[in-house]
């Protein structure tokens, strides 16, 4: 595939305009706001009856992503678009599907129809790829083993990404093995593994995929319930006894991400901090954030499992779906969650991340504004 060496910086691309589509998720609204910082105009694009998103510079679109001539219009004069949309709560298939999987479908046709369609950064997930059960980081060619409802929609949306960046769009997209890509190596048909750097023809055909590790920070809901524990002394140790993770705080993400947008890159990059963290490690940071020495419990797999299987009844009976799921409790069963992040160092050098500590305290100082415990 054309483009230069990967171990190469890449270079700075001029962004006139940009489109996040989930600009009001956890991630958006920082993506959003870090883009105002640095000045870059852009559209906010919110599901309709949904927080609305203020930024100066950007304008708040309130509508679904359908190929539809009001999403087009939306897209045009647009030469970016970063797509954080999507779903990683509840129990249901049919949940995932709509938001991972057939909205990226519909967003994919619009772009295709565009006379000049913009660049497309489409955010993913560590659970597309699944855990590292050798113990040993995985790379962005890694087979891909998701365990969970939530990872193998966004492998399939990854899957997608690839059959129409190949060519392949008419290959049956929405099942598993059927896009003409490979099931575990999505990236490595006609060389999507390998990434296309600035300079190259092809990096402005072909979409970036982001995988970042677990994402925390002020106005997260996922790690809320972890920071609720350590207020009472306490720090669950779910399924596993022990824990190896990757963790990057969300304001980190969003100026990698900028970055990422502003380096003319295609194919697939894990983006995130690179350091690894033991459960010892956020156990003490917890601590610290909160004044107290944690002391810590065992929740045994069969037990967590239960536990999620609860929260799933509970969906099944009110349609409302749960922080806590049985696709979660999996997740935590599995000790080691790591990404190499070579590819991301060597490309986008220079990258500087918040440590745990200031990150755990900063998210703790943000709770307690906000009310949130």
């Not at 940009?18 to 959003?32: E, H, K, M, S």
């Not at 000049?116 to 040993?136: D, N, Q, T």
């Not at 004044?291 to 009844?313: S, W």
Request: charged residues 20%.
């Amino acid at each position: 595939m054309d483009g230069g060496p990967e171990g190469a910086p890449a270079a700075a691309m001029s962004i006139r305009r940009t489109l996040v589509i989930g600009a009001n998720g956890f991630i958006g609204r920082r993506v959003v706001g870090e883009g105002a910082a640095q000045g870059r105009p852009g559209i906010a694009m919110v599901l309709p009856g949904t927080p609305r998103v203020e930024a100066a510079g950007w304008e708040c679109l309130e509508g679904p992503v359908t190929d539809s001539p009001a999403f087009r219009q939306a897209l045009q004069g647009c030469d970016l678009v970063i797509n954080l949309a999507g779903n990683m709560h509840g129990a249901r298939p049919s949940r995932f599907r709509a938001a991972n999987v057939t909205a990226l479908a519909e967003l994919l046709k619009a772009v295709g129809q565009m006379p000049s369609p913009p660049r497309l950064i489409h955010v993913s997930s560590v659970a597309a790829l699944g855990p590292a059960l050798e113990g040993k980081p995985l790379g962005e060619g890694s087979p891909a083993r998701p365990v969970c409802l939530y990872g193998r929609s966004k492998l399939a949306g990854e899957r997608l990404i690839a059959a129409w960046a190949t060519g392949r769009e008419g290959e049956g997209p929405f099942a598993m093995g059927e896009t003409g890509v490979s099931r575990r190596h999505p990236w490595r048909q006609k060389g999507m593994a390998d990434i296309v750097t600035v300079g190259s023809p092809a990096c402005l055909r072909l979409p970036l995929v982001v995988r970042p590790c677990s994402v925390y920070g002020p106005g997260d809901r996922n790690f809320l319930d972890l920071f609720r524990w350590a207020r009472r002394g306490l720090f669950p140790r779910l399924a596993t006894r022990t824990k190896r993770v990757q963790l990057v705080h969300v304001d980190d993400l969003a100026r990698a991400l900028w970055r990422a947008a502003e380096a003319c890159l295609g194919g697939v990059l894990h983006l995130g901090n690179p350091a690894v963290v033991t459960d010892d490690d956020l156990a003490a940071a917890l601590g610290r954030a909160v004044g107290r020495t944690l002391r810590a419990f065992f929740v045994p797999p069969g037990a967590a499992a239960i536990v999620g299987r609860l929260h799933d009844l509970v969906e099944a009976g009110t349609g409302t779906a749960s922080l806590v799921s049985s696709g979660k409790m999996r997740e935590m069963s599995f000790p080691c969650w790591l990404q190499d992040f070579s590819r991301q160092e060597a490309l986008l050098p220079g990258m500087s991340w918040t440590g745990l500590d200031e990150g755990i305290a900063a998210t703790a100082a943000w709770y307690r504004q906000e009310g949130w415990w």
